[in-house]
């Protein structure tokens, strides 16, 4: 076992970021994450790995950082909350079209508009619907302990360039800003300029002596190439679909009824499973990991295995639960419960609300 | 002399650039975008850079310049070149980054990104080609756009009490600690292609030695499309009218103000 370190989610989240072999952060400060930020700044990574480290100019500016520095081949990452998250989606869209490895973190705040500053979950749609336009998914990465803050980024990065598409880490800002104790991995050395050449040959950083330039757009003026490139874009996101889902499950082998929730949510909804289960209900949690890709096919499994009744917990105003419902196809019955504006629920309102919507309902 | 004594190599003293394309230009007859991209690829060509170079072009009527710069190239969103330039600068500071950007782009919607690139002293070149209008969505007004000057969106002409002034961001630039070479140039003619061609030169060259900051070129040029004119006339027109507002020369040299 590793040391273990006693840290904020946003801390470690940095700390994976520099371990992660990570060539270049570039970010702008925003409340409930500016300790990323300011925990890169305090480190200088650049003395100890070379890594880049830029405070942009706005959030605009930083992920189309990514997009020239995720367009070199390089590991690139950014991150933000949910104002900020909003003007990057241009940027999103053009790098998901340009088919770019980047990595982009959101701890959410609440929301619309400038909200406030507690954690919520009220970005799902824009995290795992697209966000920006033209038809485009991001992978996203749910973690729900400050261990996995640091844990998700290696395999983010991986899942990025694996698929040679924009990955985001979906946090919360109570996740981002408690304190809980971490194993860090061992440090991945950042690739060489002559590693990366050889292993991303799309990628534009000066073509080849003997070859052929390199362009990275998301454009194409004719439309019959573009539906291609799109259909081609489908694929890989079906792919995407049958590999990639990941999910936790607890206490849902024998289950009547199934919490479903995700970060913060999750934890919250751990308690109220135990006080459900001592209160005689068999009540199980399934923890979405990744939310696209959406565990379906699981949630199908359970139906067909006899669970009666879907619970969607979430801090936002039903957003995951369409795609429960989506997945449980009318065939149970799928209710939301959560709470708005940043407040997180307790574990005994979402007893109660399992009892009433559900069970009794 | 024949013909063919003519063609033959050791008569040669001239040809084009293997850094651009075959492919033939889209911009419209006259226009100075094609000589502009060919005096870039000619000093890249020269300076031995070819492999080292990436480009990035966003929208606007150069949205297209990766299809004949035959460089490692990206095309950005509208405004946002200085952001990816700074990025593959950053991560890769032996390559040689340039970003091509037209008045809109470049002095509307990215105004922040040139301004921060600018003021961050980051060691790429900007190309900025003012021709004072929206070439490429059918000769809209510009930030450049001249007091007067009758665009689709000021068809009674630029009225500064209602559009505000035309924009000298070159001028603006030029006032930043970060910028090491602002200057502006034109190439409508041939002393003036030279002359932009010694300048377009001057930014790349200061770039690879690593001087202390960003190098700026302005190339004021015509759109005879947008500004509805013949290409002689717009080239006589815009001697008349844009070289006074936006006169011709250098700015900054060597990171001091020559102007």
New interface residues.
Partial sequence: MGELKLMKGNEALAEAIIRAGT??Y?GYPITPQSEVLEYLMANKPWEKTGM?V?Q???E???I??????G??G?K?VTSSSSPGISLMQ??LS?IAG?EIPILIINVVRGGPGLGDIQPSQSDYFQATKGGGHGDYRLIVLAPSSVQEMADFVPVAYDLAFKYRNPVMILSDGAIGQMMEKVEFFEPIPRLT?EEVKARYPWA??????NGE???????DLDPQRLEDHNHHLQEKYREITEKEVRFEKLECDDADYVLVAYGTSARVSLKAMKLLREKGHKVGLLRPITLWPFPTKEIQNMVDRGVKGFLSVEMSAGQMVEDIRLAVNGKVKVEYYGRLGGMIHSPEEVVDALEHKIIGG | MTLKDIIKPENLVYQKTKLMTDKPLSYCPGCGHGTTHRLIMEVIEELGK?????G?APVGCS??A?EFM????????HG?AP??????K???PD?VVFTYQGDGDLAAIGT??T??ACNRGEQIVIIFINNGIYGMTGGQMAPTTLEGMKTSTSPYGRDLSLMGHPLKITELVAQLPGTYYVTRQAVHTPSAVRKAKRAIKKAFQNQIDKAPGLSFVEVVSNCNSGWKMTPVDANNWMEENMFPFYPIGDIKVDGQLVK
């Fill in positions: 060539d270049g570039f880049v830029l942009a100019e706005s605009v500016a930083s189309n950082m990514l997009y020239g520095g367009g070199t390089k690139v241009e940027g053009y340009a300029d534009t950083n000066g073509k080849p002596k330039r390199r362009i990275l757009t998301s454009l | 070819e492999n080292v170079t990436v990035v949205v297209l990766y035959n460089v490692d190239m990206q095309e950005a969103a946002r952001a990816l330039a700074t990025a593959i950053r991560l890769w390559n922040a990104e301004i921060h």
